[in-house]
């Protein structure tokens, strides 16, 4: 089996290419970009994508747009997007690109190696692999407050941003380095299903979305 990998983590996309290898399976390209990975499927068309769904420059959803484009473009190209925790739109974009051959899990999946490598191979072979949690989240979602996604310093990162704080002055009340504040923020317009479009701020409609569901009765 052919596989190209991305993953912009050193030491995991290490991990997994030797992981790989030792399972017969064989990395064609390993890059650590979405551009990157474009070119290397068209290059290569392997068998099997395997890719995080962020990625640089924003790591926000790059690889998974990546993937979007591959099957698109390559209807019978499998692919399988890992994710460091539930991003159920995400999830439901993937699945919607097609019937078979994709597959969403969460990275922490990767420790059970049997079950890992069984989903790689269900997925290039056709099938579908979804992290339970993904399924669970999925049955949940449209029946809770979009908010109740964030992580208690998501929520208060939102909350001083709809105070009209910057990222600085964001991090001085945390005491958060402006990167981890800059990281917070982009959790936080992921969770509220707020994609990066011409002509929107997300960071206006992120408090916006934060006002209006906190003036409900």
């Known amino acids: 089996m052919r596989v190209v990998l991305a993953e912009d983590s050193v030491l995991l996309r290490e991990g997994l290419v030797r992981l790989l290898d030792a399972a017969g399976m064989r990395v064609v390209a390993a890059v650590d970009d979405a551009e990157s990975l474009l070119r290397a499927a068209e290059e290569h068309l392997p068998d099997l994508v395997v890719t995080d769904v962020r ?41 919607a690109s097609a019937s078979g051959g994709v597959g969403y899990l969460l990275k922490d999946r ?83 299903d707020l994609s990066p479009a011409e002509g929107d701020h997300r960071r206006v409609l992120a408090v916006l979305q934060f006002l209006k569901i906190r003036s409900m009765p």
């Open 55 to 95: 990625m640089p420059p924003t790591h926000t959803d790059e690889g998974l747009r990546a993937a979007l484009v591959l099957r698109r473009e390559h209807p019978g190209m499998s692919v399988l997007v890992l994710s460091q925790y539930v991003e159920e739109r995400y999830a439901a974009r993937l699945l």
């Open 110 to 192: 990767v420790a059970d190696v049997t079950d890992f490598i069984d989903a790689l191979r269900r997925v290039a072979a056709g099938g579908t692999a979804l992290d339970p949690e993904v399924v669970a989240q999925l049955l949940l979602r449209g029946h809770s407050d979009p908010l109740d996604r964030l992580t208690p310093r998501e929520g208060e990162v939102l909350k001083l941003m709809a105070e009209g704080r910057s990222n600085a002055g964001i991090g001085q009340e945390l005491v958060l380095s402006e990167g981890a504040v800059g990281k917070h923020i982009g959790n936080i317009f992921t969770k509220l």
